[in-house]
């Protein structure tokens, strides 16, 4: 793993995951660290095992769900979907992002 | 962190293996797969699995994160620490058992004392607003007094103060049960006593208005206890009759369980006042009253002073006014308060020498656990961390040592109440109730914080590299120096304790040598009281007193028998005024009547002219006896050399309700004084009358036996049963036993604090013999050494008890001084006694002494027989 990748921006994790899910439907854990990786393209370094506290934070407030299933190794895991408040949150989150984005941008903008 | 997320938080708590169990099974279902993948990208399974786990994370770090996350972290740290705490406990059972039990000692002690101070001090009385109950007196230069039945008429028409005035006044009398009669106690109160109290009842009523008036049909209310014990808790109780003294009475009502049982009467009945009791002279009530609501017990002063001038042209003793006083604060008379204090004192002295014990125990404890402590700082477990699980320990063992002190405390309760009942009022209501509970909760937190900071501070402090590379060789160190404080402040503590009880035990024994002025030895006593009904008058009642001594005089194993109103001892219930007709100011003196055996009976002797004579009876010259008191008096202040032969004026207390008539009697007797008001009280003037000349009906029997008192007992009982089956003999009591019981006041603060001295006297010598069998331990290698280059086991011995002694003497001085301090305290409590007694502080500090060296002989004696080439080898 090369020294220029940054870790994943603080905060956004949930907001990854829930968007995860959202699109891809309920999946298990191993899987949603994947897609993020994927999608990241190595940009961002994630410790696989950090989505696990954040999966059960989330799931704590209610925005995720859990299921037994069966994985791809014949093992039994826990396969995570979004439920109804997840959904919402997961508008108000990209739209906080959206707005600290936008700020942020503004202000490099004035800036230069 | 949300509160939504707490219930599921706090169930993670309880789920805990559960939930770990899972986050296992996900972490290697994550890495399996991430195996697999890496696997199909063409890596080697070594180079694979590497690859899952790097990708992965710190996975230990992940799981702290995760529990962190699930629940409390602090609380789940906390059911750790318990559960640590536990099994610690467990792994050494003997000081589990030694500190649990100092604990439960102290918390045991100290939650059965509390009860009674509560009870007794601290709670409101347990009847409805409380602070509205008063008790009404007239007062006089000399204190209260009680007040006239016309006055007491006064006091009840004063509606805009009073809700509810009621008279209440004890009776014995003698209840027909089928079988042998039985005597009872109860009071003749007003109709709207029970309003004074604002009690209902559980059965029934209570008196109706009016049932006090002449005429009304005899009706009697129960206390639940009695209706209970007498009548197995009969439902159709109301459909029943009591025959008090021969006459039928309804019972109407019974009263609700509580105060009303731990008072001495178990009847209730309506107080109807005589044609001859409707007078303004004789003082024989004490009134209590319930105030309006709104009215300040200051308010009602004020208003019974304007009555009281008011009143002016009828009531003679024209210095004397009315007062209101709040109801509880008779019922705690100064003796008891200052008893009850100074045990409580006590009991908290032996709590903090327990819980110095204890701290000293965990001290040392923690000297062999520093390693321990250390190597989980090592591995990351912060101070602050550590503290709390040391803390979480000391709470374990306050808790078990709570929880078995409260046992302990319910268990001398129950064996103190019948013990101490007597002594306390009848509100007193003596249980393990929650304030209790709560006092013992307050007491385990205080007690945590006195045995759990200090050493859990101090355990968890120290370098850690100088606890690790220090070893267990010959550290006493600072450690030491607190625990030997400690030791010294417990041996402080006892001997304050101990020279209280020294005091105390001192004060006893000189009490119980006061002379009496009587005989006591084989002589009983018991009570009769003449019910109005088969004694109407007064002249019936002086032939049952001839008649009663004539028979006892004949029972086997009798020598003399008498008649007497009160004993020995056991006050005089009048006092009156002896009228000298050269005087202006008459003379208050105790009125004592008895037969004329009595002085004989108890052996007093006459010092001038003689006693009282048989032939001192109805229609012969009225005649009063005084005793030295009344004479020196008369000298010293009047002037008058020989009483005898003189006629004095007397107002003289009727039969019943015959009210008290001025009689012109003549001294005919100086007798020498006995002790009327208790050893402790100096004698009273006292001024005895012929029962014959001016019968009374509640009387004593006073009869000295040839042998054994208690042996001619059924004769007795026979000889008055064949004068009147109907009669029941009370309080029978040997002298001895009258004697034991006016001195209770003094006795049971004395062996509460004696107890407790010697408790605190072993805890200190435990604390001591613990501090110096650890010194012992610790400092083998240097015994060892010393005794190598040539000391003697008698040297190593004399080094230890010298060290003790040094403790010892520090300890003892701390504990003189604090002696000192607490003189006043004790004052008050003490009988011709200095508190600052040498003799009995003496023997305090010995008694300390020996017990404390025989606390540091077993240690030193261990440390004399350390045999030095075994120490230096095992250290190398």
């Known amino acids: ?112 | 962190m949300k509160l939504h997320s707490m219930p599921g938080r706090l169930l993670a708590l309880f789920r805990r293996r559960k939930l770990d169990q899972e986050v296992d099974d996900e972490i290697l279902a994550h890495l399996e797969l991430a195996e697999l993948d890496a696997r199909a990208a063409g890596l080697t399974p070594e180079e694979s699995r590497q690859a899952a786990r790097r990708n992965f994370g710190g996975i230990e770090q992940m799981k702290e994160d995760h529990r962190d996350h699930r629940s409390v972290p602090w609380m789940e740290n906390l059911v750790r620490d318990f559960r640590y705490g536990m099994g610690s406990l467990a792994r050494d059972p003997g000081f589990a058992v030694v500190a649990i039990g100092l604990l439960a000692l102290g918390i045991g002690a100290n939650s059965a004392m509390f009860s009674i101070v509560d009870a007794v001090l601290l709670k409101p009385l347990p009847f409805p607003e409380p602070e509205r109950m008063v008790r009404l007196w007239e007062s006089t230069p000399q204190g209260h007094n009680g007040t006239t039945t016309l006055t007491f008429l006064d006091w009840k028409r004063q509606d805009d103060l009073f809700d509810a005035v009621s008279v209440e006044n004890n009776e014995k009398v003698t209840m027909a049960t089928g079988g042998d009669p039985i005597r009872v106690s109860g009071k003749e109160v007003s109709a709207d006593y029970f309003q004074v109290f604002g009690v209902r009842p559980q059965i029934g009523r209570t008196f109706a208005r009016g049932e006090d008036q002449p005429g009304a049909a005899r009706v009697v209310v129960l206390s639940n206890a009695f209706w209970r014990t007498q009548f197995a808790s009969d439902p159709g109780i109301l459909k029943r009759e009591l025959v008090l003294d021969g006459e039928p009475h309804r019972i109407i009502g019974v009263l609700p369980t509580g105060s009303f049982d731990r008072d001495d009467a178990v009847f209730w009945k309506p107080m109807i006042f005589a044609p001859d009791q409707m007078n303004r002279g004789q003082h024989w009530l004490t009134p209590i009253a319930r105030l309006r609501s709104g009215v300040t017990i200051e308010q009602a002063r004020a208003k019974m002073t304007m009555l009281r001038a008011s009143l002016n042209a009828v009531i003679y003793q024209k210095d004397w006014g009315f007062t209101v006083e709040p109801f509880a604060r008779l019922l705690v008379g100064d003796t008891l308060r200052r008893s009850i204090y100074l045990a409580f004192g006590a009991v908290l002295m032996v709590l903090l020498i327990a819980c110095a014990n204890v701290a000293n125990l965990m001290l040392t404890r923690g000297t062999t656990r520093r390693k321990e402590m250390a190597v989980r700082a090592a591995l990351g477990a912060s101070r602050s961390r550590l503290i709390v699980q040391l803390l979480t320990e000391s709470f374990v063992l306050c808790l078990l040592g709570g929880a078995a002190g409260v046992a302990l405390g319910a268990l001398l309760l129950h064996a103190l109440t019948p013990l101490v009942r007597a002594t306390l009022p009848f509100t007193a209501d003596l249980s393990m109730d929650l304030r209790v509970l709560g006092f013992a909760a307050a007491a385990v937190m205080a007690v945590l914080i006195l045995t759990g900071l200090l050493p859990s501070l101090r355990t968890s402090f120290g370098g850690l590299s100088n606890v690790l590379n220090q070893a267990a060789r010959g550290s006493s160190g600072s450690s030491a120096t607190v625990r030997r404080t400690i030791v010294i402040g417990e041996v402080a503590a006892s001997v304050v304790l101990i020279c209280g009880a020294a005091l105390l035990f001192k004060s006893l024994e000189r009490l119980q040598e006061v002379d009496a002025g009587v005989r006591i030895d084989r002589v009983i006593t018991m009570s009769i009281d003449l019910p109005s009904s088969a004694y109407p008058s007064p002249r019936s009642a002086a032939r049952f007193y001839e008649t009663v001594v004539q028979r006892l005089q004949a029972v086997p194993g009798v020598e003399q028998a008498s008649v007497s109103q009160g004993l020995p001892l056991q006050g005089v219930q009048w006092g009156e005024y002896m009228r000298l007709p050269e005087v202006q100011e008459p003379l208050l003196v105790r009125l004592k009547f008895v037969d004329s055996w009595y002085f004989r009976t108890l052996q007093i002797p006459v010092e001038a002219g003689r006693g009282l004579e048989y032939t001192d009876r109805a229609g012969a010259p009225p005649v009063v006896v005084i005793n030295q008191e009344v004479a020196r008096y008369l000298s010293k202040t009047l002037g008058i050399a020989n009483p005898v032969g003189r006629m004095v004026g007397i107002d003289v207390p009727g039969y019943g309700p015959i009210p008290e008539a001025l009689v012109k009697v003549q001294i005919v007797g100086i007798i020498r004084s006995e002790r009327t008001a208790g050893l402790n009280a100096p004698p009273e003037l006292v001024a005895y009358m012929p029962l014959a000349q001016s019968p009374q009906q509640d009387i004593k029997l006073v009869i000295r036996t040839l042998s054994a008192p208690a042996a001619a007992m059924p004769a007795i009982r026979e000889a008055v049963r064949q004068i009147d089956p109907n009669l029941a003999l009370g309080d029978v009591m040997t002298m001895k036993q009258v004697k034991e019981q006016s001195v209770l006041w003094a006795r049971q603060p004395t062996w509460v604090v004696g107890a407790f001295a010697v408790v605190a006297a072993l805890m200190a010598a435990l604390g001591l013999y613990g501090v110096l069998a650890h010194a012992v331990t610790q400092q083998r290698r240097e015994i060892g050494i010393r005794m190598a280059v040539g000391a003697s086991s008698g040297n190593v011995l004399a080094h230890i008890l010298r060290g003790a002694l040094s403790m010892l003497i520090v300890g003892l001085a701390g504990g003189l001084a604090g002696a000192f301090a607490l003189t006043r305290v004790l004052k008050s409590l003490l009988f011709q006694v200095s508190a600052l007694d040498p003799a009995a502080l003496a023997v305090a500090c010995v008694l300390m002494t020996l017990v404390g060296i025989l606390a540091a002989w077993i240690p030193a004696n261990r440390a004399a027989r350390v045999d030095p080439m075994t120490v230096l080898r095992d250290e190398g």
């Open chain 1, 1 to 112: 793993m090369s020294k220029e990748k940054a870790d994943v921006p603080y905060g956004t994790l949930d907001l990854l995951i829930l968007k995860t899910l959202a699109t891809l439907g309920p999946m298990h854990g191993y899987r949603i660290a994947r897609r993020i990786e994927q999608v990241a393209e190595n940009l961002v370094r994630l410790n696989q095992g950090s989505i696990y506290p954040a999966l059960m934070r989330l799931e704590q407030q209610g925005w995720i769900r859990t299921q037994w299933g069966i994985s791809e190794t014949k093992r039994k895991v826990k396969f995570y979907s979004l439920t109804k408040a997840g959904l919402k949150q997961l508008s108000i989150e990209i739209a906080s992002w959206e707005r600290a984005t936008a700020l942020v941008a503004r202000f490099l903008e004035a800036e230069s």
